[in-house]
């Protein structure tokens, strides 16, 4: 079977879901706040290894006979729980525009969570290297653009957002 299955959940909850929960959210979550220094560079590393993730998979095939497939498919299906969850409560920020429920109780960034949970369900269910090697950089990366979106939120929102940063961890 075709990996490229793979990537159907994912675009449909990341734009389809988004855009009928609310279509300013679809907005927002394509924003990219003013990049400095390295993070420009990371910008075009998490970039790239995106659109690599998503290409690759056309070449790859679902493992399924192998002993990686069932922790592969939980793995997978945990990661696409976690993004259905994290975009939900992402719609939905309060009236000053910070997300403060749901799963942004118990990390700041859980749509990254969500998206590194569902790609390691890819990597296990195709038992690529080459995949593994995208995530890695795709997640390095990321790890970037959010310390960008972090500057950001607190010269946008000040100190209700540095309160927010003091209880609640960045990922898990």
Same mark, same amino acid.
């Given at each position: 079977?075709?990996?490229?299955? /793979?990537?159907?959940?994912?675009?449909? !909850?990341?734009?389809?879901?988004?855009?009928?929960?609310?279509? #300013?959210? /679809?907005?927002?979550?394509? $924003?990219?706040?003013?990049?400095?220094?390295?993070?420009?560079?990371?910008?075009? $590393? +998490?970039?790239?290894?995106?659109?690599?993730?998503? /290409?690759?998979?056309?070449?790859?095939?679902?493992?399924?006979?192998?002993?990686?497939?069932?922790?592969?498919? !939980?793995?997978? =299906?945990?990661?696409?729980?976690?993004?259905?969850?994290?975009? =939900?409560?992402?719609?939905?920020?309060?009236?000053?525009?910070?997300?403060?429920?749901?799963?942004?109780?118990? =990390?700041?960034?859980?749509?990254?969570?969500? +998206? $590194?949970i569902y790609f390691l369900?890819?990597? /296990?269910?195709?038992?690529?290297? *080459?995949?593994?090697?995208?995530?890695? *950089?795709?997640?390095? =990366?990321?790890?970037? *653009?959010?310390?960008? #979106?972090?500057?950001?939120?607190?010269? #946008?929102?000040?100190? #209700?957002? !540095?309160? +927010?940063?003091?209880?609640?961890?960045?990922?898990?």
């Amino acid at each position: 079977m075709n990996a490229i299955l /793979l990537a159907i959940p994912i675009i449909l !909850i990341r734009f389809g879901l988004l855009y009928t929960l609310n279509k #300013e959210a /679809l907005k927002r979550a394509a $924003f990219f706040p003013p990049l400095t220094g390295g993070e420009k560079i990371a910008y075009w $590393f +998490y970039q790239l290894a995106n659109i690599l993730i998503f /290409l690759y998979l056309f070449f790859l095939k679902i493992r399924v006979d192998s002993p990686w497939f069932s922790a592969g498919m !939980i793995i997978y =299906s945990l990661g696409i729980i976690f993004c259905i969850v994290s975009i =939900s409560n992402f719609a939905k920020p309060e009236k000053n525009g910070i997300n403060l429920k749901g799963l942004y109780q118990v =990390s700041r960034n859980p749509m990254y969570i969500g +998206y $590194f949970i569902y790609f390691l369900g890819c990597v /296990l269910l195709t038992h690529s290297l *080459i995949l593994l090697t995208l995530l890695v *950089i795709f997640q390095v =990366s990321a790890h970037w *653009i959010v310390l960008s #979106e972090e500057r950001w939120c607190v010269q #946008e929102f000040g100190e #209700e957002y !540095i309160n +927010y940063m003091n209880k609640v961890r960045r990922y898990l």
